[in-house]
């Protein structure tokens, strides 16, 4: 993790302080880069909602500029909405002072506390107000750096850690309008993730009075399978715990998934201890929502070579219950839980 002062000032950041720029567009959008803009909220009939407005696929940064979004809403008793809009990439702009990201009809745009998302497909329209709860975080610089010189970046910012959300869901003559609670990340770079990573665990949720974000990232065997933590947690949209260094990670109940054949945990736990204070944050699995082969993702040659390599790259996305436990000297001070969302992206052979 880029943490250093001359490497904040390289890249223009300051600590402890977000701007709104930092939300905008990122990279030129041509051959060598990638980025993408992601929603998720748990909506309070039970549903839950991804929306992601992507420059191209990331799997193909050597690609020009390909924008699309992908919508994924689950929906209890009921037929889940997924699809994805692609369009040419002259139906494509972004700011660069701020999160104002269309393309063609599609729009997802906000100011680091304030977010619009507007979606049109068929006859289905989705309309999303998110409103922060916790403050625009990063860790450190946000920037991993892979390489003896640094050669390539993957960079993530938590625009909104949580929030509250409305949703107006039109399918149909059907229009239904819910409230839940929301997250939006930001994550661009400049190298095949799966060139840069194995895989990772990523997970957001609310428990009780506190919201979580945490995520392990395993590096690529060329890189040393190093091992990067990132964890947030804040009370009452207070911060209490964000340094990586005291935070520990485990895996539980893992299995084969018969899908994709990755080893997959019913149960993934992050613990974060300070002087007198342990947090316990564990995910639970009740329910895998999404199970993707990537390979399907590539296209033209690069599919072909991706085959030849033996690529067998999956990304799986969770719902269970995620607890959080505080023990103060040792004896339980709380104990709550509450639904989440987390996923696993596994871009390496399983090890």
Same mark, same amino acid.
Request: hydrophobic share 35%; glycine share 8%; aromatic share 10%.
């Given at each position: 993790m880029a943490v250093t002062p001359d490497e904040y000032q390289t890249l223009g950041l300051r600590q402890d302080h977000i701007e709104p720029w930092e939300d905008g567009?990122?990279?030129?959008?041509? %051959? /060598?880069?990638?980025?993408?803009?992601?929603?998720?909220? +748990? &909506? $309070?009939?039970?549903?839950?909602?991804? *929306? !992601? @407005?992507?420059?191209k696929n990331p799997?193909? %940064? /050597?690609?020009?500029?390909?924008?699309?979004?992908?919508? +994924? &809403? $689950?929906?209890?008793?009921?037929?889940? *909405? !997924? @699809?994805?809009?692609?369009h040419p990439a002259d139906h494509f702009s972004a700011s660069t002072e701020a999160c104002h990201v269309r393309i063609a009809d599609d729009v997802f745009r906000g100011d680091l506390h304030h977010y619009?998302?507007?979606?049109?497909?068929d006859d289905t329209v989705i309309d999303v107000d998110l409103v922060g709860q916790v403050p625009a975080w990063r860790p450190a610089t946000g920037h991993l750096l892979f390489g003896e010189s640094d050669e390539h970046y993957f960079a993530w910012l938590p625009s909104v850690p949580q929030g509250t959300v409305t949703a107006r869901i039109t399918s149909g003559t059907s229009t239904k309008i819910h409230t839940g609670v929301g997250y939006h990340d930001h994550n661009w770079g400049d190298a095949a993730m799966h060139k840069?990573?194995?895989?990772?665990?990523?997970?957001?949720?609310?428990?009780?009075?506190y919201s979580i974000v945490a995520s392990y990232i395993t590096a690529a065997h060329r890189y040393g399978d190093a091992g990067v933590p990132v964890f947030l947690l804040s009370k009452d949209g207070t911060i209490v715990a964000d340094d990586a260094?005291?935070?520990?990670?485990?895996?539980?109940?893992?299995?084969?998934?018969?899908?994709?054949?990755?080893?997959?945990?019913?149960?993934?736990?992050?613990?974060y201890e300070s002087a007198d204070d342990l947090y316990r944050v564990g995910f639970r699995r009740?329910?895998?929502?999404?199970?993707?082969?990537?390979?399907?993702?590539?296209?033209?040659?690069?599919?072909?070579?991706?085959?030849l390599a033996h690529f067998d790259g999956s990304y799986l996305r969770f719902t269970g219950d995620v607890q959080l436990e505080h023990f103060v000297a040792g004896k339980k001070a709380e104990d709550v839980c509450d639904p989440g969302i987390w996923e696993l992206m596994y871009f390496g052979r399983t090890r």
């Open positions: 567009l990122r990279t030129n959008t041509g %051959p /060598g880069s990638y980025e993408w803009w992601y929603f998720d909220a +748990h &909506l $309070e009939d039970g549903s839950t909602l991804v *929306i !992601i @407005f992507y420059t799997l193909n %940064p /050597g690609h020009p500029l390909q924008p699309f979004v992908t919508v +994924h &809403l $689950e929906r209890p008793g009921a037929d889940p *909405i !997924i @699809f994805e809009n692609h619009e998302i507007h979606i049109e497909h840069l990573m194995n895989h990772w665990y990523w997970g957001r949720a609310q428990a009780g009075p260094s005291k935070v520990t990670f485990e895996l539980g109940d893992q299995h084969t998934d018969d899908q994709s054949g990755k080893p997959v945990a019913d149960i993934v736990v992050f613990e009740s329910e895998t929502i999404t199970d993707r082969q990537l390979i399907n993702e590539i296209s033209g040659p690069n599919r072909l070579l991706a085959r």
